[in-house]
């Protein structure tokens, strides 16, 4: 199975970014310019537009408010036979650290996975 993880510090408190982070209904705000939108549908999934056009189906499986920890799955991609995100956020001095890891397969998604993550936590520090 393959993991990428994405990892970077901001300034704002961990509970302030925490207060971003756990909005599963918005994550466009928490990285605007590379989500677009998040429409919530009755399931409770959340449908997710990227820039690109892409859309995508998450699924919440916790958030934990004492560790600011917010974990997801996508069930239904055709690319993907596994995928499971934990996002979380750290106090670090005066600020916060925000890490977010994806398990997933086939492990030769690797590729794509980083690329997107990586503008995906570009668009989050750029914003918090």
Known sequence: MAT????FRSARL???VWAKLKRFDAVHELAP????ATKMEPSGARMVTFANG???R?????SD??????????????????YSAAAQVFEDGTGSRF?????FLPDEMAGMQ???????????????
């Open 4 to 7: 990428v993880r994405k990892d």
């Open 14 to 16: 961990a509970d302030e």
């Open 33 to 36: 310019g590379f989500v677009t």
């Open 54 to 56: 892409m859309e995508i």
């Open 58 to 62: 998450e699924w919440p499986v916790s």
């Open 65 to 82: 408010d004492a560790q600011r920890r917010l974990v997801y799955a996508i069930l239904d991609h055709p690319r993907f036979t596994h």
């Open 99 to 103: 890490v977010w890891t994806v398990d």
């Open 114 to 128: 980083d690329a997107s993550m990586e503008a995906g936590a570009k668009a989050m520090a750029a914003a918090l």
